[in-house]
């Protein structure tokens, strides 16, 4: 195979280092370039998994990457990103501290899913790219939602409500189509279809609403299986 086998994680080192950019834009530049960073980390994480199953290149080193790439680009950068806010408008210095509770969960979140078998066609818990699309896109809302990002309080329950979402023991479906008929794939149709309507409306201020609506059916999926 020859240097066809490095290409799945060459693609995992510019997901790493989207990270180390926007952790650096996060300081120096409005938020939305760190947003822009997860976007583009969120391309590279989709093609190191696709270019792997392509050229069947798949290596427990390649594995172990992934994860420490994704605890930069979805862990510690929305961290930054989240403190920058809560330090800009906290009656305290200490609120925005509760911003590197999104970097913990991240890497327990993580962790987890490397020892855990049962998450091929779903996930437990919110992966970790979602949470850093949600919270960065957050930079996006237009009034009258836009008071999200200067309220202290509200940013704060958040990064709580989220780090927890993380970790918690829900089945969220997966994007993995197996064959396209409707009955098999109700929730992923659905999905797709109404975010491409919210994006249509919305455009880049549909980023955090598209996350919520994935959180959403994915419980009401799993509220009719149970039946």
């Known amino acids: ?27 120096e530049y409005p938020p939305v370039l760190s947003a822009y960073f997860v976007w583009i980390a969120c391309v590279f994480d989709f093609f190191d ?16 990457l992934d994860s420490l790439a994704d605890l930069v680009s979805f862990g510690v950068l929305p961290s930054m990103v989240m ?11 200490w609120m925005a501290y ?15 899913f490397n020892i855990d078998d049962n998450q091929k ?19 996006f809302l237009q009034p009258p939602f836009s008071f999200v990002t200067a309220d202290a309080f509200v940013l704060v329950i958040i990064t709580v409500a989220f780090s927890i979402l993380l970790i918690a023991p829900l089945d969220l479906f997966a994007l993995k189509f197996k064959n ?14 109404l975010s491409v309507l919210l994006v249509g409306f919305l455009l880049a201020a549909a980023v955090p609403l598209i996350i919520l609506l994935y959180i959403i059916l994915s419980l009401v999926g799993n509220k009719f299986a149970k039946g």
């Open 180 to 193: 396209y008929t409707w009955p098999d794939n109700k929730l992923r149709f659905t999905f797709v279809g």
């Open 1 to 27: 195979m020859g240097i066809t086998k490095h290409i799945p994680n060459l693609l995992t080192i510019a997901n790493l280092l989207c990270g180390c950019l926007g952790i650096l834009y996060a300081y």
């Open 49 to 64: 998994g696709f270019t792997a199953r392509a050229l069947k290149a798949y290596s427990p080193l390649g594995g172990q």
């Open 121 to 139: 066609d779903a996930f437990i818990g919110l992966p970790t790219p979602a949470n850093a699309l949600f919270i960065t896109g957050l930079v």
């Open 98 to 112: 509760s911003a590197f509770l999104i970097a913990a969960f991240s890497a327990i979140r993580l962790a987890k």
């Open 83 to 93: 403190y920058t806010w809560i330090d800009a408008v906290a009656p305290n210095e």
